[in-house]
């Protein structure tokens, strides 16, 4: 039987075969892999603009701690195009994942290992770039309290449709698609890794300082990430970390801090 029949639809043999059947060029990987930029920063000027109309003197600087909510808006608008794109190649969204049963407890223990190596990388990479950039290893928060609802939606449900939705367009189908077009890993990776970096740049959009903060960590984190999966071709451990490292993040910085004022 042929190997491109029998393989997963997300594999790279599949990928080649339908490269070579013209479903697959350079459009839209790329486009993808800076598509929640645009989204990002359209989010914050739609919740900008609410400001604005109430008359709010800095409108952009108030919408900015409400990117953990408007950002469900950037995953639907990738999630959308996600979902034509898949279907375009005769794949399901799902399939991104490359879901197996049996492979479940692997997929934990990779997820697990994983999530000790982003650690390291999110919270050592965020004091050395908040020394460099801000002279202090304490740099401005990301994530800020909110209202109650605010605060159970960024716990709840924000972390869950945030890693689907990033994971599936950055690593599940920019990046394997990119290799199969460049014939090579690196190129692929390093589109991925700056896309993924330029999209927190608008996380939320503040000044020169904070768009270079944001922009680091994740891309170092997206090189890692892009090597990792380029070996095991498992998205799942990759979900599940992102979902954690968020819920933690936003349990200790916006959480926490709304039930103790």
């Not at 197996?100 to 407890?105: D, I, K, M, S």
């Not at 605060?151 to 199969?180: F, K, N």
């Not at 922009?215 to 998205?235: D, K, Q």
Request: proline share 5%; hydrophobic share 55%; with cysteine.
């Amino acid at each position: 039987m042929n190997a491109a029949m029998t393989a997963a639809p997300n594999s790279k043999v599949q990928l080649q075969e339908r490269k070579r059947s013209g479903l697959i060029t350079w459009k839209w990987p790329l486009l993808m892999s800076f598509a929640r930029l645009v989204f990002a920063v359209l989010g914050q000027a739609l919740v900008a603009g609410f400001y604005m109309l109430r008359g709010d003197p800095t409108p952009w600087q108030s919408a900015a701690p409400w990117w953990i909510v408007y950002g469900t808006l950037i995953d639907v608008g990738c999630l959308v195009l996600l979902v034509r794109l898949t279907r375009r190649e005769g794949m399901r969204l799902v399939d991104l994942i490359s879901y197996e049963r049996q492979r479940l407890g692997r997929d934990l223990l990779l997820a697990m290992g994983l999530l000790i190596l982003s650690m390291v990388l999110f919270i050592g990479g965020g004091m050395i770039l908040g020394l460099l950039i801000y002279g202090s290893s304490a740099a401005p928060l990301a994530m800020q309290p909110l209202p109650l609802w605010g605060s159970l939606y960024s716990l709840l449900i924000w972390p869950i449709i945030w890693a689907l939705a990033e994971d599936m367009t950055y690593v599940g189908y920019a990046l394997p698609r990119l290799e199969v077009l460049s014939g090579g890993a690196w190129l692929a990776v390093l589109v991925m890794s700056v896309g993924w970096g330029i999209q927190h740049i608008a996380l939320p959009l503040i000044d020169w300082r904070w768009a270079a903060y944001r922009f680091a960590v994740p891309f170092v984190m997206g090189i890692v990430w892009s090597i990792f999966y380029l070996r095991t071709r498992r998205l799942l451990p990759f979900i599940v970390v992102h979902w954690a490292m968020d819920f933690s993040s936003v349990l200790m910085l916006v959480v926490l801090p709304m039930m103790a004022r």
